[in-house]
């Protein structure tokens, strides 16, 4: 997929089952506290994490530029209820835990994180389901939600260049069919594959602009 970033940093050689497990606990533990410093300082330390990729990992920073409307009207909701600094206590809550798991998305490869996420399921085969099928869905959410992200920044970014407007309710059909259009990609790149069973040791899906 091209949200994947190749590299051999000390994020790509990190096991992918370690850095899933450590986006979950810092979710419960930052879930537990309400201090802007904290988060502040939690951001920081993301960040640095993206520095360490070089240049095309500081890039993927971009993808932020997606939630600006978001996080921009969850922070006038708590204006106007009164709750400004909780406001800014969820947004920076929000921004690190995406671009923590969007970190996990750029530096680890599909089947490792199919791997990763298997013995979750493993329980389903005692009573003769398919592990590999949920562990797949789950893979495929947490490498797709990024990058369907990104293609949502390109397009505002080329609707503000010909009309002026940063956003507007006339984006979503045209995600929604570029989101029709890599499923059906994806769905034959696993069809061709042999499915979600036969995707074990295959190398990973990549896929592009009209092709799986």
């Known amino acids: 997929m091209s949200i994947y970033l190749p590299g051999n940093s000390w994020l790509h050689r990190t096991p992918a089952g370690l850095k899933l497990l450590v986006v979950a606990i810092a979710s419960l533990l ?3 506290v309400a201090s802007p410093l904290i988060f502040i300082a ?6 640095a994490c993206y520095a360490t990729l070089g240049r095309k990992g500081l890039a993927r920073l971009a993808l932020l530029r997606g939630l600006t409307v978001l996080l921009a009207i969850l922070l006038l909701l708590h204006w106007i209820s009164g709750t400004f600094w909780e406001g800014v206590s969820v947004i920076l809550r929000l921004v690190v835990l995406i671009l923590a798991a969007n970190l996990v998305s750029i530096t680890t490869r599909m089947d490792d994180m199919l791997e990763a996420v298997m013995p979750l399921f493993r329980p389903l085969e005692w009573f003769g389901l398919s592990a ?3 562990a797949l869905c789950v893979a495929l959410v947490l490498r797709f939600a990024p990058y369907m992200m990104q293609i949502f920044s390109k397009m505002r970014e080329a609707f503000q260049a010909r009309t002026g407007a940063k956003n507007s ?4 059909p045209p995600l929604a069919i570029q989101c029709l ?6 769905a034959d790149a696993l069809q061709a594959r042999g499915g979600s069973e036969g ?3 295959q190398a990973e899906i990549r896929t592009g602009p009209g092709t799986a």
């Open 30 to 32: 930052l879930f537990q």
């Open 181 to 186: 259009r890599m499923s059906d990609n994806v």
């Open 199 to 201: 995707l074990a040791g």
């Open 132 to 134: 590999r099928k949920p």
């Open 169 to 172: 309710w006339k984006l979503i």
């Open 42 to 47: 939690c951001l920081a330390g993301v960040v």
